[in-house]
């Protein structure tokens, strides 16, 4: 069975029509259903991914038929020319598309924001401060706001304690523990993750910066079922500033 050649390029239009639009059209679009957004961009990104291992794939499969094609053909016969030339289109195909890529990549970075992750620098001593909800939560001497979620824990900063009230430390705890329940930890890493494997495409900042969003979101709408929205509002500026 031959390789079906005409895959290559419709894939290859759905990688650009993601990576393009993705960035452009999505972003903003979900601040209401933030459980949904975060699923439609890695979904769209799924897409892509499965489509550009179909390109490769058949890439692939084509430059066997041909290898096979020309030693069963007599060497510079009609067949064997048009074997030879058949085998240039998926590889033609992948040049003009990766062009393209970098075109259009061009044009979309500037359209991204910088993305504004709050990370710590150096190696954080923490200290058992107390249990909430069933999620274990650490005291980390810091003299600026900071609060993270992880897969299980939380940490919040010992200037973020002493400076928020007891309703504003718990409405920023429930949103922490919106993001453990969530599983934020693991999607915000997959969202990176996704971004080392295509660090020069813009639409891969784009991800990681709407999952970032997102996720802030669903945590925010998860603690206001527990608080009130001016107490969370308030507890959230000390981080802003």
Known sequence: MNAPLLVIP???????????????????????????????WFTAFLSAG????????????????TWT?????????QSWFAA??????????LAAGGITLALINNRIEPL????KEIAPLIAMTKQPL?????????????PFAFALASNRDILISSFAKDHLSQDELTAVLWHEVGHVKQKHFAIKRLARFIRALSPKLAASRALVN????????????????????????????LFEN
């Open 10 to 40: 419709l894939a290859i239009e759905w990688v650009i029509v993601v990576t393009t639009l993705a960035p452009i059209l999505l972003p903003g679009k979900f601040q209401k259903s933030p459980q949904l957004g975060i699923a439609i």
């Open 50 to 65: 499965i489509a550009t291992i179909a390109v490769l794939v058949i890439a692939v499969w084509a430059y066997l038929d």
């Open 69 to 77: 094609a020309l030693n069963n053909d007599a060497l510079g016969s």
């Open 84 to 93: 030879l030339l058949v085998s240039f289109a998926p590889w033609v195909a």
């Open 112 to 115: 991204i924001a910088n993305s």
């Open 130 to 142: 107390m249990h909430f909800m069933g999620t274990r939560v650490y005291l980390v001497e810091l």
């Open 210 to 237: 709407e999952v970032e969003l997102l996720c802030e979101k669903s945590a925010d709408r998860f603690a206001l079922k527990k608080v009130n929205a001016p107490t969370l509002k308030l507890a959230r500026s």
